[in-house]
C-alpha cells in the first residue's frame, strides 16, 4: 500500500494488502479522500469568483472550518457551518456538489 493510500486510513494495520481488522483496531476511513478535496477547491474557486471584502474572507474561514470539521468527523458541526455559507455559494454547482457528496441536502 503507498503513502497516498495511507492517509485515508487510519487505526489499523496492513499486512500484504490485506486489512487487519483485530479487536485492537479503530477502523475509520477519512471521508477527506480526493473527491471532498476536490470538491472543496471547486467550492472556494466560487467563493473567489462570486464574493469580495468580508463576505468573501467570512465564507473562506467558514469553508476552512467545514473541512477542519469532516476531516476531524464532526458532520454535525460541518453541516450547521455549511448552512451558514451564503445562499449565493450554497446553491451555486460547487455548493450544491459539496451539500450533495455529504447528504447535507
Known sequence: ???KNQQF???????NGI????DNNNNKISPVAPESERLFA??????EAKLSGLEKQN?????KAIQEAV?????DRAKKLYGV??????TSAAGLAIGSHFGWI
Open 9 to 15: 486510513i487510519s487505526g489499523n494495520q496492513v499486512y
Open 19 to 22: 486489512l487487519n481488522v483485530g
Open 1 to 3: 500500500m503507498n503513502d
Open 59 to 63: 465564507a473562506l474561514d467558514d469553508v
Open 71 to 75: 476531516k476531524n468527523g464532526n458532520f
Open 42 to 47: 471547486a467550492l472556494v474557486a466560487e467563493i
Open 85 to 90: 455559507l451564503s445562499d449565493l455559494i450554497r
